[in-house]
């Protein structure tokens, strides 16, 4: 069984900073199953990325993700005051743990 | 423009059967290769896939919930449906339905539903 890894657990960050968010497979995965959400209170989880890289309709281009193996990544470029909000990696049918990014 | 919609009881006593349904509209289950799949999320936590399953009634369960989970489908009333039986206050939590894509374009969920929380108790 795969387990995923988020990190960190809580991002404190200002509008216009970068984010960088972790994802980390127990053990190699396929990137074509890796998918980004984010959720905000409330609400349910928006799709933002899959196949690791690949933006879903309608995100904007800040929000970017890479990685392979074992080793995924979603970047916000410059952080808007609608992203604070907490994002979960999938892989297949495992969700990782979460990270909130909230205001510093 | 596809939706879907969680319905239910929102209170079930301790070892008896949760069941929801998820009602879609703008989009016809049987219409494509997508899957139909239920998430939960206990108040304050993660995400936990419990399964998903195909317009022609082929099934496939988280392996850890998998003695109680039952899904089925109706596509006469472009619905799908989620059991789970002999609940605990472990099975507290907001459930989502969603679709889910086909194997070959990926492993993901959208849109979801805006959920429902069941809770526990007697």
């Known amino acids: 069984e795969i387990v995923l890894t988020q990190s960190p657990g809580t991002l404190s960050l200002s509008p216009g900073d970068r984010a960088t968010l972790s994802c980390r497979a127990s053990q190699s995965v396929n990137k074509f199953y890796l998918t980004w959400y984010q959720q905000k209170p409330g609400q349910s989880p928006r799709l933002l990325i899959y196949g690791a890289s690949t933006r879903a309709a309608g995100i904007p281009d800040r929000f970017s993700g890479s990685g392979s193996g074992t080793d995924f990544t979603l970047t916000i470029s410059r952080l808007e005051p609608e992203d604070f909000a907490v994002y979960f990696c999938q892989q297949s049918d495992t969700f990782g743990p979460g990270t909130k990014v909230d205001v510093k | 423009q596809l939706h879907l919609q969680e319905s239910g009881p929102g209170v079930v006593k301790p070892s008896e059967t949760l069941s929801l349904t998820c009602t879609v509209s703008g989009f016809f289950i049987d219409s494509s290769t997508y899957y139909w799949g239920w998430i939960r999320q206990p108040p304050g936590k993660g995400l936990e896939w419990i399964g998903f399953?195909?317009?022609?009634?082929?099934?496939y369960y988280n392996p850890s919930l998998k003695t109680r989970v039952t899904m089925s489908v109706d596509t006469s009333m472009n619905q799908f449906f989620l059991n789970v039986s002999s609940v605990t206050a472990s099975d507290t939590a907001v459930y989502y339905c969603a679709r889910r894509s086909p194997q070959s374009e990926g492993s993901w969920f959208d849109p979801w539903g805006q959920g429902t929380l069941v809770t526990v108790s007697s």
């Open positions: 399953l195909y317009h022609t009634g082929t099934t």
